[in-house]
Every structure is written in C-alpha cells, then in structure tokens.
C-alpha cells in the first residue's frame, strides 16, 4: 500500500497543535507569578504538566522560576481518550443539521422580535448542544 506521505515528500505535514491549540496529552494551566507590583499576575499555558507550564511562564520573566509562585490545572470540560469512529460523525452530522435549521429560526425571531420563538430556539439549541458533548462522552462512538 503506497502512503500519500510516501508520494509527496516535501509536503508540510498537518500539525494538529497548530490547528486545535492543544494535543489531547497536553492540559491548560493558570500559573501565578510575582513582579513586584501589589498581588499576583497569571497567564494560561497550554503545557503537559505543572512543572513545563512554570517554565514556560518562568522564560519569559526576568526573574525566572523563583517568581512564579503557584501553578493550577484548569478542570477539562471535556477529554476524550480514543479517537472517534465513523458512526459519530454520521449521527453527529444530522445533529448539526438541527441546530443549522434551528440558528436559522433564531436568528429569523430576533429580527422580526418574537419572544417566545426566541426562547423555544435558545432552549433547543442548548438542548441539542449538551446531547453532542454527551454523545462525544460516549464509549460507543469511541474506537
């Protein structure tokens, strides 16, 4: 079997941390440092532990690693351990038509300022949202 890599060499390869801002192994951190002025300044990193965010934030200070003084792991909303398989992306394709129809519907009630049409749409699309995450959950759609 011949591999598109195999076929064309020079070609960038796709970088996923590029594209989605973090790999799965890696988690977000809030680090908190010290420069002096009255209280603590934090900046989120993504890094894949405590200690990586620290120097991260830590490389960019003069002062270094001495001035950071607490790293705290933001919980995940949402982890996946496996990739997908086909069946989610079918089922989660004729969600996404849903919610396409229903946007539609609210963005049709804003303008003409119907209230109760508004609502029924945000409550749907709340609805069917938190239905995808749970389907991202689930163990089935999962390989």
């Known amino acids: 079997m011949i591999k598109l ?6 070609q960038v390869s796709f970088n996923k941390k590029k594209y989605f801002g973090e790999t799965i192994e ?9 420069v002096g002025s009255p209280g603590l300044m934090s900046k989120k990193v993504s890094a894949k532990n405590e200690k990586e965010a620290a120097k991260k934030v830590a490389s960019g200070l003069s002062g270094g690693l001495k001035l950071i003084k607490k790293v705290e792991k933001e919980s995940p909303s949402l982890q996946v351990k496996e990739d997908l398989n086909v069946n989610f992306y079918s089922q989660i394709r004729g969600q996404a038509k849903y919610l396409l ?4 519907n609210l ?3 804003i303008k003409n300022q119907n209230d109760m049409t508004t609502i029924e749409e945000i409550e749907y699309i709340n609805t069917k949202s938190k239905l995808m995450l749970e389907m991202v959950k689930d163990k089935k759609y999962q390989q």
Do not use: G
């Open 26 to 34: 890696e988690a977000k951190y809030t680090v908190y440092f010290d």
């Open 101 to 104: 129809d229903s946007a539609k």
């Open 5 to 10: 890599k195999d076929l064309y060499p020079n």
């Open 107 to 109: 963005q049709r009630a």
